[in-house]
DNA sequence: TTGCGTGCAAAGGTTTTGCATGGCA
DNA sequence: TGCCATGCAAAACCTTTGCACGCAA
């Protein structure tokens, strides 16, 4: 993609308001619709891949069966995002999004104890959360 | 599922009879439509399902848009999940079962930090192994 | 003007569900 | 016998694609 489209740059508008979280597809086609703002799907759909192979975008595939998200992806994340980790609860299936330095040792443990490069953004944690838990 | 029906047999038996590789629905499918075994896909979705929660069988999605792989999981492999994590090499699909304290302590520090109560079994963290890496 | 982007609708592939029937315990 | 499991078909779900039209550069 080329140009800029007024799609292009409220899709992008969009995903900059949302930063810090997930958006899915259908979020996002759910918020133009709710606002009033036609756009069509295909659209959205074939954005948010050009963004995610430009790499101003971030595509997480944690699970099939749910759908792709998105986040858009800062300047500075984008020099490390090492420290970015996902949890999935296995009860009610919230993606949940941490910053934790802790976990970013994981990574340096693996690497020079078990000399494993740790992929943290395919990387996803099971667990349960804490609501369910209470529950 | 509580019965022990003909089709829950060969089904865990064909998953078996894959292990160390990964399976998905469709190829369950096939196998048995080639062997002339008449198997319905429902029977074959719930059932990959239940032995996934009953910790039989794992599941992943190593990509949305494609079809997700279930293993069959090992006795000796589930023995004591809590100090047992699993690496998973996006390379060459190794997967690695480490015992390790320091790891074990991201469940404490998610726990308590993070009120998440990690699940060692489903989790995999993915990334490269060693001889991936010097490649 | 050129050709990329858009929107609609339809197709694609995977998984889930409703309902009547079949089979295990 | 009482449930659970099965099978079929259809639906649901997310995503991709074909094609004509619109719009940015």
Chains 1, 2 share one sequence.
Do not use: W
Request: net charge negative.
């Amino acid at each position: 993609m080329k140009y800029n489209t007024k799609q292009r740059e409220i899709l992008i508008d969009y995903l900059i308001s949302m930063k810090g979280g997930h958006v899915t597809a259908k979020d996002v086609l759910d918020h133009f619709r709710a606002s009033g703002i036609r756009i069509g799907q295909s659209t959205v759909y074939r954005q948010l891949e050009s963004l995610v192979s430009e790499g101003v975008v971030k595509k997480y595939s944690i699970d099939i069966s749910s759908p792709a998200c998105f986040e858009y992806e800062d300047e500075e994340e984008h020099d490390d995002h090492s420290d970015t980790f996902h949890l999935r609860c296995e009860k009610c299936g919230r993606l949940i999004h941490i910053d934790c330095n802790e976990l970013k040792d994981i990574s340096d443990h693996l690497s020079s104890e078990h000399s494993f490069s740790l992929d943290p953004i395919r990387t996803v944690l099971y667990g349960i959360c804490e609501s369910c838990r209470r529950n």
